[in-house]
Each structure stands twice: as structure tokens, then as C-alpha cells.
């Protein structure tokens, strides 16, 4: 990849093309402007149109797209797609974590060619969509860059974080198993290291860890003789898995930053995407601070990398988001000057948590946590389920241990909350309740589906009758619906488009071998229904149970999910809601209810976006800042219904079933 990046500059260097665009400050609303609801694919786990068909051929298929402009949808979100894995003597190995381990700008076999890729992209913009691609700037797989670097050819070792171990120490370190190419250091290994003066010492990441399988974030290669003949025995950092070593982004010879803005720009200038992710962003820094303490989350070299690969990014006419769970306090600096977009990991465990136990207040505090932090909503991606699991870190509040915070009538520490938050959300998601559901790191490993149904208490999947699948989708569509209504993006995968469950663990036994309960929530999908015998994706995944069914039986049906889906993204783009600024989150009484109030561009009124979490109706009146007294409040999604009328207090009376949801406009100026 550093030499492809290398003959790739040359076309760039010295170039107009170079100067064309503004670049030096974060533009989310034209980003937002370019595409605003998204399609999230997982190449591993998409089913081919038809058999001998491609991955990437089957996305870029007219009926795909016609189906993805009949629903709304401006953006498809690839997911990584490049050549993954390793290189083993003379052969590739494959990807140890989804194609998250690139070694390669050439587009992975497995999915596709390159020419495929560029007629994707060309279906797309003749429906009036972009492409969205990846970088992922905080490591490589073990491909030829890093079997180099082990070899100390040219200035290869200079992309990565590791340390060549001199021949008189090599007893601190273990000895690599047969089979193997490398062996993760225990703690009493890295204690050593550090004591020696060679690495920084343990970072307690705990990212993938797995007694016996990774129990630090360092490992040791086999000794390698050098491309000058010298042998060798290399230590290297791994934030991910061992076949991740993570990039060095401050070495002299500043090999990562060549890589990675080469990959960048390969992306928008070769293959014609419009946006790209920048994976696990806030990774980029590390040292060993006076106090001993190693830093490694939230490094200032993370702004500074995040910058350089943004600007590059704008300079060329593309847009950049980031897809990692920070604190408030970082993202409002990475806000300042890096990607253009942030994934919303903010609110989404917290509507979960609403979900789950019927109560919203937790939602109500992170949003006006994300107001005294000047979060914008309008700059987030807010979406139904990824790749990963369900992310309950809940950064902010873990940074944040010893502040306090008001909830339930009282005043509880960071630690507290978030213990609490996630003590509940574990006893609804897992175990007996919810067998379909595993634990993954921090988080769980579910689809939204499993999600919504662990929330009404059904426990076994395999007994769901027609009644099960209407509630399901139901509380499906309400967090479609507080995702959809409020500024900014919104995105959805095809998970959630045919509404599957999760694999059966014994179905994916092998990919679960190092800990990784992932590959339960990736189940394969047949997004256009056209390839029924199929019974696994190309990437070997199986089947999963679809409730929904295909795009193209559900578009057929108006009360299907996508078709109810098609309604509220049809509404959301009549009120330009994604270019919205959220105006005020109204204090309710109900425990269930939340309310957002968004003034719309160009002064043309506030729309109320109001959810109901809870199993109970909710009869309420709520204050509305802003709107005129006598302002009427037309229900937008069943404009025939009567409007609601503004009290002479400026409040709004509000009715609601159980889980239920209403977006209301008032139209007119809005009040200072």
C-alpha cells in the first residue's frame, strides 16, 4: 500500500485539482446536504442477485436502486471493501475482522473487481445517491507493508508501532506456537518491555480481549531474517486482534501518513466515492506520560491525524465521518477541525435503554448533556444497527466517573450511572431473557429485531407467530422513527431493512473461537428476494431469519415495514428536517416520553418530534418554546387528523399510546 500510495501522489502533486476546494474547517451541513439517509452494507453478509453474481454487482443491480430511491435512500455505505487479511509465504490469508485489516487498494476478489466497483458507483449517482467508502487509519493487516516492515526494509518499520528487540533480551520473550507468526505478550511480559525502556508498557484497552488469546495489546513475531540478512525479533502494538498491527502515526519518516492519505485519495479519485469513514479515528496517539500513566484514548496526534486525513479528504470534493465512541468533551474538539460527520454512539445506547425499560430519562439527560457540550445533532449519524454489536461503553460517563449527574430524584457519579445504565440494559438483553442475544466486550451482540424483542419479553424466536412479528416491527419503526426525526443523517442496514434475527451460536462456531460473538448479529440477507436457494453469503455467512422479507415483497404491500419506512423518510425530507436545528428538549413528567423541538431552515416553523418508550398511554401537556400563541400543530405523518392547538401557556397537549410517536409541524416564524 506505501508504494501504491507513493506512484498514486504523483498524479496529484503539482496539480490544479489540488486547489479547487475549501478544506480547512469541518463542513457537516454540506456533507448532510450530499446524502442524508443512508444504507448500511455488510459486504461478508450480502446475498449475491443471483448465483455466479458479485457482491458489489449485486449493489450496484437497477432494482436494487430502484427499490433504495422508492424508500428514501441517498448514500450506500459499503463498508470495506479492499483486499484483507495477510500474506504467508507466497499466499494471502483471510481477514481476521470483517476486511477491517486492508493490506491492499485493489478491491477484495471476494466481493468483486474494480470495474464493478465503479459501475456501483455510477448506478448510484444515476439515482441520485453517492457511494461512501472507507479509510481505517489506525492499522493494516499483515500484508506485504508489514511482512517489510519485519524484514526492516527502507522505511517500512516506520509505519507501524513496533520495536525490534535486541538478540540479549529475546529471553523476556515467549516463543512463537508452531503454525503461528506471532505471540501475544503476557502482562508480566509488557511489565518487562517497559522496564527495559522499549515499549510504553499496558494499556488496559481491554478491545478484544480473551484469556489465553489476548490478554495485552502487544505481541512478539517469530525471528526474521531482514532483507540485509540481520535476524530479528519485533514487538508490536495491536489495539484490535493480532493480526492488526496499528500504524505509528508520529515517525520520522512519516511512512502511515503517506499510506493512509494514499488510500484516502485512491478512494474518492479512482474508485468515485463521495464520503468515506475514518474506522476507530481516536487511536492514532500513544506515550507514557510523567505519572507513568500510558495515554492512548483521546492523544492530541489524534486531532492532528484526523485533520490532515479530513482536509485531504475535502480538498478533493469528498466529505469524511467518524465511527468510534468518544466522550462529549472529545468530540466537541475533534468537532473543531477533523471529520465532517460523527456516528451518534451518544444517544444510542440511551434510546435503547429507553426502550428497554420504558423510561427516558436517561435519553433526556445525554441530550442535554450534548447541548451544554455543543453537540449538534445535525453533525451526527444517527442509526438502527451496524456491523458491530450495541455499544454500551457509554464513554462519556466512564471519562466522567467522579462527576456527578442528576437522575431518578437524585444525584449519581459517572461510574454510578453508567454502571446502573448498563446493569439494566444487561438484565433485559441477555440471559435467560433474551438466549438469542450474547455479550460482546461491553456491549451486546443483537439486531435491532432481537433487540425489540427481548423488550416485550419474547424468549423464543423460533415461536413466533404473526402477532410477534407486527409487535416487532412496530417498535422497529419507533426507533426508525427518533433516529429519522431529528437533523442529520440516518442510516440503516440491511438488517434492519428485512428485520433479521440473529445467527443460532452454532451455526458461526468457528468465527466465535477468539471471542468475537460478533458474527451472530451478521447473518446473511437477500435484499431483492432473487436468489431463494442461497442458504449463506459469498462470505460464508448463513442465512439469516428474515420477519420482513425481501425489498421487493415488502415494497409491494403499503403496511410492510419498508413501505412504512418510505412514508417517514418521504416526510422527513418535505420538512427538510436533516438541515433542522434542535431548538429545546422539553422537561416532561412521564417517564416514557421524550420530546424534541426543531426549528426548520429558512424560518418556516418548528417541527415537535414526541415518543412514547413506555407500555402505557401517555396524556400530557408540554411546553413549546417558541411557537405563537393560537399556532396550530398538524400531525405530518396523518395530516387528515385534527390539528392540536397551542394553549394561551404555550403548551401542547399530547396524547400517545403505548409506543407510539407523532411529528407535528407549527408553520410560521418562530418566536425569539
Do not use: C
Not at 491492499?104 to 466481493?111: G, N, R, T, W, Y
Amino acid at each position: 500500500m506505501l508504494q501504491q500510495a507513493r506512484v498514486l501522489a504523483r498524479h496529484y502533486s503539482g496539480n490544479s485539482i489540488q486547489w479547487q476546494h475549501p478544506y480547512g474547517q469541518p463542513q457537516p451541513h454540506a456533507a448532510v446536504a450530499r446524502a442524508s439517509v443512508w444504507f448500511t452494507a455488510y459486504p461478508a453478509s450480502t446475498i449475491a442477485a443471483s448465483p455466479g453474481t458479485s457482491v458489489i454487482s449485486t449493489l450496484a443491480e437497477e432494482r436494487l436502486w430502484s427499490a433504495f430511491q422508492a424508500i428514501g435512500i441517498q448514500g450506500i455505505h459499503t463498508g470495506p471493501m479492499k483486499r484483507s487479511g495477510g500474506v504467508r509465504d507466497l499466499g494471502y490469508t483471510p481477514s481476521i475482522d470483517g476486511n477491517f485489516d486492508r493490506i491492499s487498494f485493489e478491491i477484495d476478489p471476494a466481493f468483486g473487481t474494480e470495474a464493478q466497483y465503479k459501475a456501483m458507483v455510477a448506478a448510484a449517482r444515476s439515482h441520485g445517491a453517492i457511494v461512501i467508502g472507507d479509510v481505517i487509519p489506525g492499522h493494516t493487516g499483515k500484508g506485504p507493508d508489514f511482512r517489510l516492515a519485519e524484514r526492516a526494509y527502507a522505511d517500512y518499520p516506520g509505519l507501524y508501532h513496533m520495536v525490534q528487540i535486541e538478540p540479549r533480551d529475546w529471553g523476556l520473550l515467549p516463543p512463537v506456537p508452531a503454525g503461528h507468526d506471532a505471540v501475544n505478550l503476557t502482562p508480566a511480559a509488557v511489565d518487562a518491555l517497559q522496564k527495559k525502556g522499549y515499549i510504553v508498557g499496558q494499556l488496559h484497552s481491554g478491545i478484544f480481549y480473551e484469556p489465553g488469546v489476548k490478554d495485552t495489546d502487544w505481541s512478539a513475531t517469530d525471528v526474521v531474517r531482514g532483507a540485509d540478512g540481520v535476524e530479528r525479533r519485533w514487538v508490536y502494538l495491536h489495539y484490535f486482534k493480532q493480526g492488526q498491527p496499528t500504524l505509528n502515526w508520529l515517525d520520522p519518516s512519516f511512512a502511515a501518513e503517506r499510506l493512509v492519505i494514499g488510500d484516502a485519495v485512491h478512494e474518492l479519485g479512482v474508485l468515485g466515492d463521495g464520503m468515506l469513514r475514518l474506522d476507530a479515528n481516536g487511536l492514532l496517539g500513544i506515550e507514557r506520560d510523567p505519572t507513568g500513566r500510558v495515554w492512548w484514548a483521546g492523544h492530541p496526534l489524534s486531532l492532528t491525524a484526523n485533520q490532515l486525513i479530513a482536509d485531504m479528504v475535502r480538498k478533493l470534493d469528498g466529505f469524511t465521518f467518524e465511527e468510534l465512541a468518544l466522550p462529549l468533551d472529545v468530540m466537541r474538539e475533534m468537532s473543531r477541525g477533523g471529520p465532517d460527520l460523527s456516528y451518534d454512539f451518544v444517544t444510542r445506547p440511551a434510546y435503547d435503554h429507553a426502550l428497554l425499560t420504558g423510561d427516558a430519562e436517561f435519553l433526556r439527560l445525554v441530550f442535554q448533556l450534548m447541548r451544554e457540550y455543543g453537540i449538534d445533532p445535525g453533525r451526527l449519524i444517527h442509526a438502527l444497527q451496524n456491523h458491530d454489536e450495541l455499544t454500551m461503553g457509554i464513554s462519556h460517563f466512564a471519562v466522567h466517573a467522579d462527576e456527578t449527574f442528576p437522575f431518578r430524584g437524585g444525584r449519581l457519579t459517572g461510574k454510578e450511572l453508567r454502571e446502573l445504565v448498563r446493569r439494566e440494559m444487561y438484565e433485559r438483553l441477555l440471559g435467560e431473557r433474551a438466549p438469542y442475544n450474547l455479550k460482546f466486550g461491553e456491549g451486546v451482540a443483537s439486531t435491532t429485531a432481537t433487540v425489540v424483542a427481548a423488550t416485550l419479553g419474547i424468549r423464543d424466536l423460533g415461536a413466533l407467530k404473526p402477532g410477534d412479528v407486527e409487535r416487532i416491527r412496530r417498535l422497529h419503526l419507533l426507533l426508525a422513527f427518533y433516529n429519522a426525526m431529528q437533523p442529520g443523517v440516518f442510516a440503516l442496514s440491511g438488517w434492519d431493512l428485512v428485520g433479521a434475527l440473529t445467527l443460532p451460536a452454532a451455526s458461526v462456531r468457528e468465527r466465535l473461537a477468539d471471542g468475537d460473538t460478533r458474527w451472530i448479529n451478521r447473518g446473511a440477507y437477500d435484499l431483492l428476494g432473487s436468489n431463494p436457494q442461497a442458504s449463506q453469503s459469498a462470505g460464508g455467512l448463513p442465512r439469516a431469519v428474515a420477519l420482513y422479507g425481501s425489498l421487493t415483497e415488502q415494497l409491494q404491500s403499503s403496511d410492510s415495514f419498508a413501505s412504512r419506512l418510505a412514508r417517514l423518510i418521504r416526510a422527513r425530507a418535505q420538512l427538510h428536517l436533516q438541515s433542522a436545528r434542535l431548538a429545546d428538549v422539553p422537561a416532561v413528567q412521564a417517564k416514557g416520553l421524550f420530546v424534541l423541538v426543531h426549528e426548520l431552515p429558512d424560518n418556516t416553523g418548528l417541527e415537535i418530534t414526541a415518543i412514547n418508550f413506555g407500555d402505557r398511554a401517555i396524556d400530557e401537556s408540554v411546553p413549546i418554546r417558541g411557537a405563537a400563541t393560537g399556532s396550530k400543530a398538524i400531525d405530518v405523518l396523518e395530516p387528515q387528523a385534527p390539528p392540536l392547538d397551542l394553549g394561551p401557556d404555550g403548551r401542547l397537549q399530547l396524547r400517545l399510546n403505548a409506543f407510539a410517536a407523532k411529528a407535528l409541524r407549527i408553520k410560521g416564524p418562530v418566536s425569539p
